[in-house]
């Protein structure tokens, strides 16, 4: 009898329900607690050289980013956004800044969202009616970016620094101006490069509206760093139902910004599975180099577009259990290694032909799930 092969049949367990938050609709994105935890992430090429940041898109979309933003402090970059929104693969949101002229050329050229930044923003709060009637009428989100290193004076002077209540403070006022012109479709965002107070201005915010929330921990630092920062903080508010879109702000190509938050929400069973290696740390019982094929496996089945879980282990004592129970796996020892498929020993190979032999095996289980899939 054959290993039984397939999808899972049952959705996953997850940590909470999400937050019940309006709905918006960013392109052909739908975010709020209706549609799945969007990824977004942010080009890096000047937005007036088209060609290389639709390149950059196209790069962000292959990677699996849902929505992607752009920066916008120039006329040059304003007047790009017409042909880059039209182009894109995914919606753009504009980035502005500074110059309230943008947004309104943001909107005109078709940009799915618009996100703005009250704290630099000259008087925004005086131009919040024209901002409102002019994305009513195009049917254009905006996204209320509150910025712990960009608050408004008052707020500072108020409280003395960045404190989760003044950044919770700053955004509700903003949407309230927005909602005194009868305009609703908004997203908000409190960032802060500490995971602690980022935590809480969130939790603040998600009591006290019902507007979709963007998660960030701005300026996050290096890809170590900023992985572990925006995991703790992402993983604490997300557990807890709080989060409709993400981006991780890394001091890395944006792609790898794409690539963490993807393992994130896959982590939490908030996006679908699709490669997971479950490889032990290496330890004195270890008999062969288990960072040597976990890496190896790792970097051959990384592009799997199906959910596949894969144990590489080292050793007799965890080995057998953690490969019998993943999708594939092997228990090494002694120079060799017994290779699982669906908790069945299928061969046992010498350990210079356990990479091959695995990646053998995961084509096979690719072949056959897409057979069915098909049939």
């Not at 024209?130 to 008052?154: F, H, M």
């Not at 890395?252 to 929400?265: D, F, G, N, S, W």
């Not at 017994?338 to 061969?347: C, L, N, T």
Request: charged fraction near 20%.
């Amino acid at each position: 009898m054959g290993v039984p092969l397939g999808l899972p049949t049952m959705p996953p367990p997850v940590l909470a329900q999400r937050r019940r938050t309006r709905q918006i609709q960013v392109g052909k994105i739908g975010v709020g607690s209706d549609h799945p935890v969007s990824i977004q992430s942010m080009t890096t090429t000047l937005t007036a050289d088209v060609n290389s940041t639709l390149q950059q898109i196209a790069e962000l979309t292959a990677a699996g980013c849902d929505i992607v933003r752009v920066a916008c402090p120039s006329q040059d970059d304003a007047d790009a956004l017409p042909m880059i929104a039209r182009k894109s693969q995914i919606p753009v949101i504009a980035d502005i800044h500074f110059q309230p002229r943008y947004v309104f050329a943001a909107i005109e050229a078709g940009c799915a969202a618009v996100r703005v930044n009250p704290g630099n923003i000259k008087k925004f709060d005086d131009r919040v009616g024209e901002i409102a009637q002019a994305a009513k009428e195009t049917g254009t989100p905006i996204r209320i970016g509150v910025n712990a290193g960009s608050l408004d004076e008052r707020l500072l002077s108020k409280y003395g620094k960045a404190t989760p209540e003044a950044l919770v403070e700053s955004a509700l006022w903003e949407a309230s101006l927005f909602a005194e012109h009868d305009f609703h479709d908004l997203k908000i965002s409190v960032k802060h490069n500490d995971p602690v107070v980022m935590v809480r201005a969130y939790e603040l915010l998600a009591e006290r509206c019902d507007y979709p929330l963007h998660l960030g921990v701005t300026e996050a630092g290096p890809m170590f760093q900023g992985t572990i920062k925006s995991a703790v903080a992402f993983g604490t508010l997300l557990a807890k139902g709080i989060g409709d879109t993400i981006r991780v702000s890394l001091s890395a190509p944006p792609v790898e910004e794409v690539k963490v938050a993807t393992q994130i929400l896959q982590s939490l069973n908030l996006r679908p599975r699709r490669l997971e290696i479950v490889s032990c740390p290496s330890c004195g019982r270890a008999q062969v180099d288990v960072y040597r094929l976990a890496n190896e496996v790792s970097a051959a089945l990384q592009d799997m577009e199906i959910p596949l879980r894969v144990a590489v282990m080292g050793c007799v004592v965890n080995g057998p259990g953690e490969a019998r129970e993943a999708d594939l796996g092997v228990a090494s020892g002694n120079g060799k290694g017994q290779i699982f498929v669906k908790g069945q020993v299928v061969k046992t190979v010498p350990e210079h032909m356990i990479v091959e032999t695995l990646i053998e095996e995961a084509m096979r289980i690719h072949e056959e799930i897409t057979e069915d899939v098909a049939s």
